[in-house]
């Protein structure tokens, strides 16, 4: 199973930064694409960054140019947020398509998610 363990939230001004850490662990075969979802009080979860094996990005347009996304070694990925936006207030949810043997199935993987609140 893969077990993926959130870092980097808090409460922050308009304007400012945060950097969201999470990394990956567990017994699996191969770990694919990783990536950074959201979700705000009554709506629904949304993709904000998602990072290939092979470094391929894509954003949701409401963060091209303020966040990056970044897959600092296999197992770890990244989310540089700048310029952030009192509606960047969210849960993230870090999320990992693994396989956990040879042959098997690629199958998502959430964690726990992590607050980012973002002041006016």
């Known amino acids: 199973q893969v077990q993926l363990v959130e870092s980097g939230g808090g409460l922050v001004q308009t304007g400012g930064s945060l950097r969201l850490s999470c990394a990956a662990s567990?017994?699996?075969?191969?770990?694919?694409?990783m990536g950074w979802y959201r979700q705000a009080p009554g709506k629904q979860r949304e993709l904000v960054a998602r990072?290939?094996?092979?470094?391929?990005t894509n954003y949701a347009d409401s963060v091209k140019g303020r966040f990056t996304i970044s897959r600092d070694n296999h197992n770890t990925v990244s989310l540089q947020m700048n310029s952030l936006k009192p509606e960047d207030t969210a849960v993230y949810h870090c999320?990992?398509?693994?396989?956990?043997?040879?042959?098997?199935?690629?199958?998502?993987?959430w964690g726990q998610g992590t607050q980012v609140t973002v002041s006016s």
């Open positions: 999320n990992a398509d693994a396989t956990i043997y040879y042959g098997g199935r690629t199958l998502g993987y």
């Open positions: 567990g017994s699996f075969f191969s770990l694919n694409a």
């Open positions: 990072i290939t094996s092979g470094l391929n």
